[in-house]
């Protein structure tokens, strides 16, 4: 045997060695993938085979493939192959549940019910998955289009974002899926945002804050580069600039506060604050005390540490015209002042108070009474119910006419006679008793007896409504007053002589009055301090007017748009009069004939209702003023639809419309608008039921209508010939 020989037997028997020593298993596990010319749908099916899978293939899956591998597959492998032969020919495998594998085309994946990765098991390759990937720096909606540009879009990729959570939504194959969220992980990124505090020693940090945000805005860098915009923020409780940005911009923008943060040249600082809501005037009081506390202090601690003496004066004056403060002091000193006037100069909360008083009174009056008279003497009079028979019977005396006299001149030859004619009564007295009747009088005269009959029944019903409303400042009394001014004489003095005939006069408010001073607490709740007052003219007596007052004053703590009852009245009265001759009287059904009765009953229920709405912006305010504006726009809008009794040609005055538009903001101008083009969508659809309701109703009007015509028709002709039959038939009979 030669050496080629040997080396040959030894070389096979080695692969023959390895062979019998290498698992059975892993030469199973081992596929070849050489497909050509081949059916897809038979290339679905050897895979099948092989991997020991069950796999569905969509009826639209067709054509052919051409496939070669010089190398032999494990099972991983060799599905990974199948997956990306079927991505190549535009196809897709959906695994689901029973180890079912299901190919469908690549756009209607998507929506199949594929796996949901996670970063534990991402999937690889051609696998179809969903992935759910939470951003926390940046929002879903603005990173979703880049992504959908790098995801196959029109196949079965797809990129989903929702806002409410800030999630993205990813779904395609497993290998693109990855590199996406990779990129999203890359991309949502603070950066290198690192805070850092700068504290102090000169400078006022609000003032370095506005430098340097003055800055950023004139150079543009915030407008071009805003991710290199570094962002402040002054600390006024320890006088630090907090700066947030990256490494760059940070140190730039701190070596910048390092260079302000220096000692002014001169002791002086002045520094003109302009006010927006306090009052120059109020704060100067404010602040003088103050301010002497904080130079005291100064000069106490420069003491103690042995420095330079510096003038520590601090001066504060008021401009009125402008509403501005003029301050004189250290850096330090004007920081600490700055701080107090900011937490004073605030927008001081308003409260509408709405006070309602609501009084309902009811009265019923009955009277009944007879009064008699005689000539000879004698009678029965009562004055309980109205006038008395002898007022009447003064009054009828008194207006008799004196009769016509003539009277002539005695002892003269010639008498001269004068002719007096008839004079008219005073019925002044008459009128007055007359005054007095209430209800039905009625008298009766025979010879010398007279009686007076009179019979009086009343009822009374009031209801008063009154609502009052002022609006003030927190901590500001207002009061508020509608009614009249009522002459009322204080003093007199008349001499003798007729040296001072003077009378001194002073003049009374009557009507509804409102005087508040609210106090605004931290939460929703005001403390009122209310005085309330209804008051008016009763009547006249023997000596000056009388006034009837209702006064109410409290301290109430109430919630904003709460009504709350201050007080009130109930009050009940029945009142009972009886006049009549003794004994007579008391007699049963005749004791009528000489009494006089009367009832009366009154009830009265005041109450007195408060309602503060605080008011903490203008916004709230405009609500307010805009309701109560429209209202009586309407009412004045109803008068004018009604027009003017005998002037039809006459217009009332009507306010102009109260365009809010102005005064809110374009969003809530917006919802208006929405919700008027809906109104007016809702009032077209009405209409157009509406029109085609009237429509129907008349059609089945009209063939009502014919109906009945028809019917009326047919009744007549056959009438007709009824009556034609009957007249043939009695001429036949004759």
Not at 620 to 640: C, H, P, V, W
Request: hydrophobic letters at 40%; glycine letters at 8%.
């Amino acid at each position: 045997m030669d050496k080629k020989s040997i080396k040959r037997s030894l070389v096979a028997g080695l692969v023959m060695g390895a062979a019998l020593l290498t698992p059975s298993l892993a030469w199973s596990e081992q596929f070849a993938a050489n497909f050509k010319g081949a059916d897809i749908e038979e290339f679905i099916n050897i895979v099948g085979k092989n991997l020991n899978k069950t796999i569905i293939v969509d009826p639209t899956v067709r054509g052919k493939i051409n496939v070669r591998s010089y190398d032999l597959l494990d099972e991983e492998q060799y599905y990974q192959f199948f997956l990306n032969v079927l991505q190549v020919y535009g196809y897709a495998a959906v695994q689901v549940e029973n180890n079912i594998i299901k190919v469908i085309k690549d756009k209607d994946a998507k929506t199949a019910a594929i796996r949901v990765a996670d970063d534990a098991s991402p999937g690889m390759g051609d696998e179809m998955v969903t992935r759910v990937v939470p951003l926390y720096n940046t929002e879903a909606k603005l990173l979703a289009p880049l992504l959908r540009q790098l995801n196959d879009n029109a196949g079965g990729g797809n990129v989903v974002n929702y806002d409410q959570s800030n999630v993205l939504m990813i779904t395609g194959r497993a290998a693109v899926v990855n590199k996406l969220v990779d990129i999203v992980h890359r991309v949502d990124k603070q950066g290198d945002t690192t805070v850092e505090v700068v504290n102090l020693k000169f400078a006022s940090a609000s003032e370095m804050v506005r430098i340097i945000e003055s800055l950023y805005r004139t150079t543009g860098n915030q407008a071009q580069l805003p991710g290199q915009a570094p962002k402040v923020v002054a600390d006024e409780r320890l006088n630090s600039v907090v700066v947030s940005g990256d490494e760059k911009s940070r140190e730039r923008v701190v070596s910048l506060i390092k260079q302000l943060d220096a000692d002014q040249a001169t002791t002086g600082n002045i520094k003109v604050r302009y006010l927006r809501y306090a009052k120059a005037e109020d704060l100067v009081e404010v602040l003088t005390g103050f301010a002497q506390k904080l130079a005291d202090e100064k000069s106490k601690t420069k003491s103690s540490a042995g420095s330079s003496q510096r003038r520590n004066d601090i001066n504060i004056m008021a401009h009125t015209d402008t509403n501005a403060l003029v301050i004189s002091a250290e850096p330090d000193q004007m920081r600490t002042l700055e701080n107090v006037i900011d937490q004073l100069d605030i927008r001081r909360a308003q409260v509408l108070v709405e006070a309602i008083i609501v009084e309902v009174a009811e009265g019923d009056n009955v009277g009944f009474g007879i009064q008699m008279a005689s000539a000879l003497g004698g009678g029965t009079q009562f004055n309980n119910i109205g006038p008395t028979i002898g007022e009447i019977g003064a009054g009828v005396w008194d207006a008799q006419p004196t009769k016509a006299t003539q009277t002539c001149t005695i002892g003269t030859t010639n008498p001269v006679c004068t002719d007096n004619p008839e004079v008219l009564g005073d019925i002044t007295t008459l009128a007055t008793a007359l005054a007095k009747v209430n209800g039905m009088a009625w008298g009766l005269a025979a010879g010398d007896f007279g009686a007076l009959v009179q019979a009086v029944s009343s009822d009374t019903t009031s209801n008063v409504l009154a609502t009052p409303s002022i609006t003030t400042l927190d901590n500001q009394e207002a009061s508020f007053i509608v009614g009249d001014e009522v002459p009322v004489i204080t003093g007199s003095t008349a001499s003798s002589d007729n040296s001072n005939p003077f009378q001194s006069v002073e003049r009374k408010e009557v009507g509804v009055k409102l005087k508040v001073t609210p106090l605004v607490n931290e939460g929703t709740s005001v403390k009122l301090i209310i005085e309330q007052e209804v008051s008016g003219v009763n009547g006249n007596t023997s000596v000056d007017v009388t006034f009837s007052t209702r006064r109410l004053t409290t301290t109430v703590m109430a919630d904003s748009g709460e009504i709350v009852v201050l007080g009130g009245l109930i009050n009940e009265e029945v009142q009972e009069s009886v006049q009549k001759v003794p004994f007579l009287g008391d007699i049963p059904w005749l004791g009528q004939l000489f009494r006089s009765s009367s009832s009366k009953k009154t009830k009265k229920n005041l109450m007195v209702f408060i309602k503060p709405t605080i008011i903490r912006d203008g916004m709230t305010m405009q609500g307010i003023s805009g309701r109560k504006y429209n209202y009586f726009r309407a009412l004045q809008l109803e008068q004018d639809d009604k027009g003017i009794n005998l002037m039809p040609n006459s217009s009332v005055p009507v306010l102009p419309e109260w365009n809010m538009s102005e005064h809110v903001g374009p969003e809530v101008n917006d919802i208006l608008e929405r919700y008027k083009q809906g109104q007016g969508l809702d009032t077209r659809m009405r209409e157009t039921n509406s029109t085609l309701r009237t429509i129907t109703e008349n059609k089945e009007k009209d063939k009502q209508e014919a109906a009945a015509e028809a019917e009326a028709k047919i009744k007549a002709a056959q009438e007709a010939v009824d009556a034609e039959q009957s007249g043939s038939g009695g001429s036949n009979a004759n």
